[in-house]
């Protein structure tokens, strides 16, 4: 089972498995850029922020 989140660059829906958990990192289908998920009720996704090592 999927969850639908929009994403912060296209709007477009992303997928998400349905056990998704906070600070997962995904790869929009439509732009590719990587989201993270910041919020579970409402499942928000905002860009994902690389560390600097
Ligand atoms: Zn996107």
């Known amino acids: 089972m999927t969850i639908i989140a929009t994403c912060p660059f296209c709007d477009e829906d992303v997928d998400l498995d349905d056990d998704v958990e906070l600070s997962e990192v ?18 928000t996704l905002v860009e994902f922020e690389e560390e600097e090592k």
């Open 26 to 43: 995904v790869v929009c289908s439509s732009c590719e850029h990587e989201v993270e998920v910041v919020s579970l009720d409402p499942l």
